[in-house]
Nanobody, 115 residues
Framework: QVQLVESGGGLVQAGGSLTLSCAAS????????MGWYRQVAGKQRESVAR???????NYADSVKGRFTISRNNAKNTVYLQMNSLKPEDTAVYYC?????????WGQGTQVTVSS
């Protein structure tokens, strides 16, 4: 079983920055991918950024050039650096890990961007 603990959410003004962190612990075999998703109430959860075992990444078009995903393999931790934040980035952000043959989710952290 894998546990994910997220941190770093909060309230920020438009144009500001936040960094989210997600640490994975427990019985971890092979982590194939780590990523961040977000969800606004009443809408579907959407992929924001993902990073794969070889280090390749992909981003939602809406965050390209503003967000950067990275990982520390030794700490089983994934980060999301969010710059130039916009009010439309307001959402609950969830960490996701694909390890072995299973997906795991964090509890979510609220990010609120005020205009």
């Amino acid at each position: 079983q894998v546990q994910l603990v997220e941190s770093g959410g909060g309230l920020v003004q438009a144009g500001g920055s936040l960094t989210l962190s997600c640490a994975a612990s427990g019985t971890i075999f092979s982590i194939n991918a780590m990523g961040w998703y977000r969800q606004v109430a009443g809408k579907q959860r959407e992929s924001v950024a993902r990073i794969f075992g070889a280090g390749s990444t992909n981003y939602a078009d809406s965050v390209k050039g503003r967000f950067t995903i990275s990982r520390n393999n030794a700490k089983n931790t994934v980060y999301l650096q969010m710059n130039s934040l916009k009010p439309e980035d307001t959402a609950v952000y969830y960490c996701n890990v694909f390890a072995g043959t299973s997906y795991y989710w964090g509890q979510g952290t609220q990010v609120t961007v005020s205009s």
